[in-house]
């Protein structure tokens, strides 16, 4: 097996607009495994929130490559086993998780789905964003896409622009990136028509301090974001939030994807299946939970005028989904 990367850099379509602030572009690095003529593929993004820092990784990446590549093709699961062991961050591990799964897939001529018997019924419609911006300008743009469903981003609370957004009548969740304070979450939780939004996304700044004042009973569909970290204990979350958004990057892939799914739905909570600013390789794997899940966020792709790859895709919301060999991951 050859393990080889690059950093490629994405331009987006327009700037991209949220709490956190402005980007223009996000730099990302792709991984591939190789093995008997057949390549897998994954992907992490550098989000400097995060502090994800794409020189660090391809560092890690150079020292583990030997014994990576000396690593016998062996079920995912078992993988992901090895790759824990290396003590990866989320990121980076995600994208040799999903990478892995590709290959293997590929190379047992068997998709994803068919490998985990993930039965594909109807399937929930993605959410594109609308970054901050005047109420106005995103009116504007909610009204011009085609897509069906809208995630809202706001970079402080405005309850006038709250209640118009309610009156458009669209399925719009709002995106708060953590920038309420508990008292305006009070409003909320208080505002019977805040569960109108679909849900309402990382309330506040990521802690158990803040969100211990949120109410999973309340008016409004709270969904944790940054609140839901890898290895963070689900039930401390139950009593707050109803909805968790699992993001491929931040949980470590698609082996403990498939696993905190099962684990949310055991405790009542709805799980959304997330991204970051990623090319179609990340968001084709994101799109093989979405039989799965009660929310879907893939947009990542449709936001950037440079894809580098063809494999499920999301188009005006639609998931259009591959169920040809592994992630049907192929690089343009």
Request: with cysteine; net charge negative.
């Amino acid at each position: 097996m050859v393990l080889s990367w690059q950093i490629v850099r994405f331009a987006l379509k327009e700037t991209f607009a949220i709490a956190y602030g402005n980007y223009t572009h996000r730099e990302a690095l792709l991984v591939s495994l190789t093995k008997n003529g057949n390549s897998g593929y994954g992907e992490c993004t550098a989000i400097d929130y995060y502090q994800i820092n794409l020189a660090d990784y391809t560092k890690k990446l150079q020292s583990i490559q030997a014994v990576v590549e000396k690593h016998q093709i062996i079920h995912p699961n078992d993988f992901y086993n090895f790759l824990l062991k290396l003590k990866l961050p989320s990121f980076l591990r995600s994208a040799l998780d999903c990478a892995f799964w590709d290959l293997f897939g590929k190379l047992e001529n068997q998709s994803f789905l068919s490998l985990n018997s993930i039965e594909v019924n109807e399937l929930p419609e993605s959410s594109i964003t609308i970054s901050v911006a005047p109420i106005e300008t995103q009116l504007e743009k909610i009204e011009k896409l085609s897509w069906s469903k809208f995630k809202v981003k706001c970079n402080h609370f405005d309850d006038k622009h709250i209640q118009t957004l309610l009156k458009t009548g669209k399925d719009i969740a709002l995106d708060a990136n953590g920038s309420y304070t508990p008292e305006q979450c009070q409003w909320l939780e208080n505002f019977e028509d805040s569960k109108m939004f679909t849900y309402i996304e990382q309330p506040m700044k990521p802690g158990a301090e803040n969100y211990i004042s949120l109410h999973y009973d309340a008016y409004p569909n709270w969904m944790a974001d940054e609140d839901f970290q890898e290895n963070i204990d689900l039930q401390l979350l139950q009593p707050h939030y109803q909805s968790i958004n699992i993001k491929l990057v931040k949980c470590g892939g698609l082996t403990p994807a498939l696993q905190l799914i099962k684990n949310a739905k055991s405790l009542g909570l709805k799980t959304m299946i997330g991204c970051m600013t990623e090319s179609t390789v990340g968001i084709s794997a994101g799109c093989m939970l979405t039989p799965l899940v009660d929310f879907v966020d893939l947009d990542g792709a449709n936001l950037i005028s440079n894809d580098i790859a063809s494999g499920s895709s999301v188009f005006n919301g639609k998931i259009l989904l591959s169920e040809k060999p592994g992630l049907d991951i192929q690089i343009l």
